[in-house]
């Protein structure tokens, strides 16, 4: 049974850093592709930042890039998301998000993920 468990959300001020964690179990880690997504309410899930598993390569939303990294560290079946220069406009419920690796499927889409975490909130305060 595959899980995904994500912490480290909170409450922060404008200008302030997170750290997002999500522990994944039940799967051979270092084969998914793995995803972070956001909701905010009355919104639709987006997405955020992906890390492949084939190559390495990581992808951000043009919102985040320059903010976010994305990482993973096989050893430990985790991924990360370090979250610099929070915006009022990140304000959401983070998800992470895991698939088999494919290098045809998009990484962008919540779509083409196939195991989702519970989620964790994100608050920042202006």
């Known amino acids: 049974q595959v899980q995904l468990v994500e912490s480290g959300g909170g409450l922060v001020q404008a200008g302030g850093s997170l750290r997002l964690s999500c522990a994944a179990s039940?799967?051979?880690?270092?084969?998914?592709?793995m995803g972070w997504f956001r909701q905010a309410p009355g919104k639709e899930r987006e997405f955020v930042a992906a890390s492949s598993s084939r190559d390495g390569y990581t992808y951000y939303a043009d919102s985040v890039k320059g903010r976010f990294t994305i990482s993973r560290d096989n050893a430990k079946n985790t991924v990360y998301l370090q979250m610099n220069s929070l915006k009022p406009e990140d304000t959401a419920v983070y998800y992470c998000a895991a698939r088999f690796r494919s290098s045809v499927r998009t990484m962008l889409s919540a779509d083409e993920y196939d195991y989702w975490g519970q989620g964790t909130q994100v608050t920042v305060s202006s």
């Open positions: 039940g799967l051979t880690f270092s084969s998914h592709d």
